[in-house]
């Protein structure tokens, strides 16, 4: 029998109020239940945001270095456990072992750099215009903070949020993808463990329609952090308008890996084969795009295909596994309706393009490492996040056209070059409109003490990780201390 979990609300851990559930599979094995959680609905999002707006007076005025130290213990704990959480995070949503791994490793390294900022969150001091008068800027915190995160990176995203929001003095109500609540639940109990006090921190589990959507739309939520896609993104941000709350958008990604003509074609294959493979494609920063110069085409779709037939698929908690299984059925049967379309399009299909139901993999939902040739950048397959382990090769006769086609999707995430030549590399910097670019490795690596987030459909101008996480979750406040003793007129008297 799988064991059963719960919400945390108001520092206790209770049941949805319907009493109803849902389960969490292992998605290389769908007869392995790993737990059975509260499928919430709009009175569970109710109790938990009245809870969080309940204890935002107390931990807003407790000092933030006391509030990050909390995340210091969180982050020892988090190291202690990081094998075990890995282990389990590979049965949750499927990644090789050694991905799980480096997804508590970001979420160790966010958690520590922003506990950090307990004795920063900068302000400026500036001089002022009048005699005897001080001048200053502080950050503030605006309140509940609504955290809604995808199941792709399970401890690495919900810690780009959580700590953040409440090392600046917010409190929260968390709500994680349906797909993985086991490993938002274990985030939660370290949490707990490091100290945090009950209510400021709230766990609301279900699906998003269900649970999400009133969470969204509570009035008394200041803030709504979401990562996911961006149709659900949009939706987010029109309910948030509507209601004149600040919201942040990390959403969907296309992105490409330019190849020219002098790349070193042995380095520029492992970015491409770990971008648009790793993780069986299911990355925001998934290299599903190839961008590659004429010249060196032939050579190059060949070392790629070599390497992508000889993946091995299978249960990521296997050493000789390189492709887990990707999230669930429905996501299964999308990315082969994509296959579908690629055909469909003319394209070429060079390998994969298939259901794996052979073995082992007959457990679970596995996909081909599947790669296109001949596609035109305005294809479907070459415009829309499949994400899956779907990836496409694209000809250019120059850097010019390959920029071109780098930006021409409605996305704006990452994005990569390969060449020797500094002052292509740099016109790509320049040129490529996006909110990452990498020279000579893949789309994917983000750190977490650099601005993280994407341009057009991909965000909405905010910036994750870096001093920027700290700016989505503070409000300005600025302040005049005039100590003349009369009345000082600014921009009359000065
Ligand atoms: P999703 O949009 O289906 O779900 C994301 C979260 O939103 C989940 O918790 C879900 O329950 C919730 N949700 C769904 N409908 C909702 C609604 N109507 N109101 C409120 N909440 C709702 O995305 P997913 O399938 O979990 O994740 C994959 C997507 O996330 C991809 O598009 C990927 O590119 C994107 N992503 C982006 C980043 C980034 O930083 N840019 C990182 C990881 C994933």
Not at 218 to 226: G, K
Request: aromatic residues 8%; negative net charge.
């Amino acid at each position: 029998m799988a064991e059963v979990y719960r919400n945390y609300i108001d520092g206790k851990w209770v049941e949805a109020v319907s009493g109803a559930t849902f389960e969490s599979i292992n998605p290389a094995n769908k007869s392995e239940v790993l737990g059975v959680f509260p499928r919430s609905d709009h009175r569970d999002v109710e109790k938990a945001v009245e809870a969080a707006e309940a204890h935002f007076d107390r931990w807003r005025k407790t000092p933030a270095p006391k509030r990050a130290e909390i995340f210091y213990r969180a982050g020892e704990i988090l190291v202690r456990r990081r094998e075990e959480l890995a282990r389990l995070m590979t049965r949750e949503m499927g990644k090789v072992l050694k991905e799980s791994r480096g997804d508590i490793q970001e979420g160790i390294d966010m958690t520590y750099y922003i506990a950090g900022e307990g004795r920063r969150l900068l302000g400026e001091t500036t001089p002022a215009e009048l005699p005897n008068k001080f001048a200053m800027s502080i950050r503030i915190p605006l309140g509940v903070v609504a955290a809604i995160t995808p199941w792709n990176f399970p401890i690495a995203i919900p810690t780009w949020k959580l700590v953040p929001a409440l090392v600046a003095g917010n409190t929260v109500v968390f709500k994680p993808a349906e797909d993985t609540p086991l490993l938002a639940t274990r985030l939660v109990e370290i949490l707990i463990e490091a100290g945090l006090p009950g209510g400021v921190l709230n766990l609301v589990h279900g699906y998003g329609e269900e649970a999400g959507r009133p969470l969204v739309r509570h009035p008394d939520v200041a803030l709504v952090s979401f990562t996911g896609s961006s149709e659900v993104g949009r939706e987010v941000a029109v309910a948030c308008a509507e209601n004149y709350k600040r919201v942040s958008l990390e959403m969907g990604g296309k992105n490409a890996i330019i190849v020219m003509d002098d790349a070193s074609l042995d380095l520029a294959v492992d970015g491409a084969i770990w971008g648009g493979f790793g993780t069986s494609g299911q990355r925001c920063t998934a290299a599903s795009r190839l961008v590659v110069h004429k010249r060196v085409l032939k050579e190059f779709t060949e070392k790629f295909v070599n390497r992508a037939k000889a993946l091995r698929l299978g249960d990521g908690l296997l050493e000789t596994t390189d492709v887990g299984p990707v999230i669930n059925e429905a996501q299964l049967n999308r990315i082969h309706g994509y296959t579908q379309i690629g055909i469909k399009e003319g394209a070429e299909l060079l390998c994969g393009g298939g259901i794996c139901r052979e073995g082992e993999c007959a457990k679970g939902f596995f996909y081909l490492p599947t790669a296109f040739a001949e596609v035109d950048s305005k294809m479907r397959i070459a415009q829309e996040e499949i994400f899956g382990p779907t990836v496409v090769i694209i000809p250019v006769d120059d850097l010019d056209e390959a920029i071109e086609v780098c930006n021409s999707t409605k996305y704006g995430l990452s994005s990569a070059i390969y060449t020797q030549d500094v002052n292509k590399a740099f016109i790509a910097m320049r040129d490529i409109y996006a909110g990452i670019t990498y020279v000579n490795a893949s789309t994917i690596g983000a750190e977490v003490h650099l601005p993280f987030g994407g341009v057009r459909q991909t965000g909405n101008g905010h910036r994750e990780g870096g001093s920027t996480a700290i700016d989505i979750f503070t409000e300005w406040k600025t302040i005049y201390v005039d100590y003349s003793g009369r009345l000082q007129r600014a921009t009359i008297d000065a």
